[in-house]
């Protein structure tokens, strides 16, 4: 199956919890994870919540990398999404699971836009136009 981007969602459990507190550890792993997925970084952002917790995103040229922490419970949400064949979601998956010391991980993988299903999708009519204004 074609696809123009694939999009890893992770559940890491069992993370070490003053690891997930940490904005700078979580931010040069998220980095680390894109440069070695081979993506091309733009832009990214870091915010550390009070009393704990990390929230960031790293903007690559190819798409971006997510990442939401529960110190509190030693869990932490990915979300990895990846376009083009020159950048692979997995090896950014397997480099976060390392850092965090993950227990447990839960994935659920998604190719979005599946080629073979424009051809269809530009054959069909919608069934009713919205107008606005």
């Given amino acids: 199956m074609r696809s123009l981007g ?18 700078a550890y979580i931010r040069n792993h998220m980095l680390e994870a894109a440069v ?19 929230s960031g995103a790293v903007i690559i040229a190819e798409s971006h990398l997510a990442i939401h922490t529960w110190p509190e419970y030693g869990y932490a949400a990915v979300d ?6 020159s950048v692979s979601a997995e ?12 227990g447990h991980v839960s994935t659920m993988e998604v190719h979005r ?9 530009e054959d069909k009519q919608p069934a009713m136009k919205l107008a606005i204004g």
Avoid at 80 to 85: H, R
Wanted: charged share 15%; proline share 2%; aromatic share 10%.
């Fill in 6 to 23: 694939h999009q890893i969602v992770a559940e890491f459990y069992g993370c070490d919890k003053a690891l997930l507190n940490d904005v």
């Fill in 36 to 54: 070695k997925s081979g993506a091309t970084i733009v832009t990214e952002t870091f915010h550390h919540f009070s009393p704990h917790g990390v």
């Fill in 80 to 85: 990895l999404f990846t376009c083009g064949d």
């Fill in 91 to 102: 090896t950014g998956f397997n480099h976060l699971r390392e850092a965090l010391v993950a």
């Fill in 113 to 121: 836009g599946q080629i073979d299903m424009m051809s269809v999708a």
